[in-house]
Structure formats: structure tokens, C-alpha cells
């Protein structure tokens, strides 16, 4: 199972559905009654959704120091989203936010979904081949863009998912309602949040980059052009340290992530 630290989930998610939460309108939040978030992480969504809906909101993830950290904001329980400890039937609305692109079978985990859901099953997940970057150091955009690529080629989970889980749903006997887009934006501009100098620091470096080695080695990039990446890369984050002390750096992001949500055909509810 592929990990995640919660500083991570904390960093990439901020700012997420604060600005908009339109795309979460076919969730029908405001009607539910018991709702599961699987893959909850230290429950980003998970208190999106509680804020939302009048119905309780139960989290669920396989990583128990994360399930710590969810556990502050709703109720948790430990389980195996292709495995789930619940009856049939169980829950009004099941959903997931980038965990199908996690799982190298996302289609299995959203049949255990439509087993537990007595109505509606949604999956809010990104197209992280369709990333895109802004930024007043003139590499930094390039050289994401070819770490990305070299990322999406040695991975080994479809983390371009995004509105293509509406096939997980067909094949799970799903209607599909509708698919969304939403736009997260992240900004990094002055004044500085500390995760933000952090990230830099971690860019000068190298260390962010290491982290998806093995990753990028499993596609087609040997170790000498992954070398040069790193080098170009740490040059990048010392530009952007450079910038950031002049108050000069900004930066944005755009992740786009696909709201895709189906029904339980008629004769099943
Ligand atoms: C990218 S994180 C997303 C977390 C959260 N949904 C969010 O959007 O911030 C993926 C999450 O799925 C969990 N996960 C991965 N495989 C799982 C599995 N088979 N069963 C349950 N959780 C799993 C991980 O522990 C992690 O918390």
C-alpha cells in the first residue's frame, strides 16, 4: 500500500474546497444521513463533508497514525477499502478523494463501495498528468513538468485517473449521475508559510525529487538523466530560496480533480 505522512496530505490539500463547493452538489450533502469517506487520510474531505451534511460522517483509512489525526474532526474506523468492516447497505453515500489512484485495481474497491452504499457512491479524484505550474523561476515549470512525466511513466496506479473513474462505476453497475470538475489552486506567495519555506529548502536539496527515485527508475529514465535532473532540480530550489528572500517568489498550481457520482440502480435500493 502506497503511504503518506500526514504533513503531506496537510500541505497538498490546503485551501481545497474552501473557495468553491459546487462540484460537491451532486453529492447531495445536504440529505444524507450516514456517510463513509474511505481513504480518509487525516480526513481533509472528512470535515468538508461534516460541515456540509446534517448526517453523521464516518471516516476510514488503512493507516492508523493517519486515522489518528482524522479522528479530531469526525469519527474513525481502521479497514481496507477493498475489504470494508460494514454491512450492505450501510450508508447513504460512500466516497473517496485520491484513493482510487492509489490502488492498482480501483475497480474492486468501488464494487465494495456500491456493497455498502444503499444509494449513492462518488469518487473525487485528480489528473495529476494534467498538473499545471506558474512560477517567477523560469525552470521550476519545466523541470516539474519532467519529473511528472517520468513519474506518471514508472508509476504503477493510474494517478491519472481523474474522470475516467466513471468506468469503475459502469463496471460496478453504477449509474453515473455526473462528473465535476474542480480546480485546486495552491499559491505560494509573500508573506511566506512556514510549509512553504520548507518546501523550498526541501527543493535546494533535492530531497522532495528523492523521494520519487525508485518511481521514476521504474519508467524509461536511467540514472545518469535522473541525475541531471536532480542537479537542474536543486539549482531550481536555490533560485527559488534566493527569490523567496527577496519576497520576489510566487507560485501557483492548478490540480484538477474529478467529482464523479453514481446512483445503486433502482431495483438494488
Ligand atoms: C492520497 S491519500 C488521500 C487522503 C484523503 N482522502 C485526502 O484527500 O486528503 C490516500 C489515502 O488512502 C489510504 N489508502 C490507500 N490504500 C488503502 C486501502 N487499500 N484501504 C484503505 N485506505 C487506503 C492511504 O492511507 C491514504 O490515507
Known amino acids: 500500500m502506497r503511504t503518506f505522512s500526514e504533513s503531506y496530505l496537510e500541505r497538498t490539500r490546503e485551501g481545497m474546497w474552501d473557495d468553491s463547493r459546487e462540484a460537491l452538489e451532486p453529492l447531495s450533502l445536504g440529505d444524507r444521513e450516514r456517510i463513509l469517506d474511505v481513504g480518509c487520510g487525516t480526513g481533509e474531505l472528512s470535515r468538508v463533508l461534516d460541515a456540509e451534511s446534517p ?3 464516518l471516516g476510514c483509512d488503512a493507516d492508523p497514525e493517519l486515522l489518528a489525526a482524522a479522528r479530531e474532526h469526525v469519527p474513525v474506523v481502521a ?24 490502488l492498482p485495481d480501483p475497480g474492486e474497491a468501488v464494487a465494495e463501495f456500491a456493497r455498502v452504499s444503499r444509494d449513492l457512491v462518488a469518487a473525487v479524484e485528480p489528473n495529476n498528468a494534467a498538473v499545471e505550474v506558474d512560477s517567477s523561476v523560469e525552470s521550476e515549470d519545466r523541470l516539474e513538468r519532467r519529473a511528472r512525466e517520468a513519474y506518471l511513466e ?22 453515473v449521475l455526473e ?17 512553504a519555506l520548507l518546501a523550498a529548502r526541501r527543493k535546494a536539496v533535492g530531497s522532495g525529487l528523492a523521494d520519487d527515485r525508485e518511481t521514476m527508475l521504474a519508467g524509461s529514465m536511467d540514472p545518469a538523466e ?5 542537479g537542474a532540480w536543486r539549482e531550481m530550489g536555490r533560485d527559488v530560496v534566493d527569490q523567496m528572500e527577496e519576497r520576489a517568489y510566487r507560485r501557483s498550481e492548478t490540480v484538477p480533480f474529478f467529482v464523479t457520482v453514481g446512483r445503486l440502480p433502482e431495483s438494488t435500493r
Open 79 to 102: 479497514g481496507d477499502a477493498l475489504s470494508l468492516p460494514f454491512a450492505d447497505d450501510a450508508f447513504d453515500l460512500v466516497v473517496c478523494q485520491a484513493l482510487l489512484i492509489n
Open 179 to 195: 462528473t465535476r470538475r474542480y480546480d485546486h489552486v495552491r499559491t505560494v506567495e509573500p508573506p511566506y508559510s512556514e510549509a
Open 226 to 230: 535522473y541525475d541531471d535532473l536532480r
Open 154 to 175: 514508472g508509476v504503477d496506479t493510474d494517478v491519472a485517473l481523474g474522470a475516467d473513474a466513471a468506468d469503475a462505476f459502469d463496471a460496478a453497475g453504477l449509474e
Open 55 to 57: 448526517g453523521e460522517v
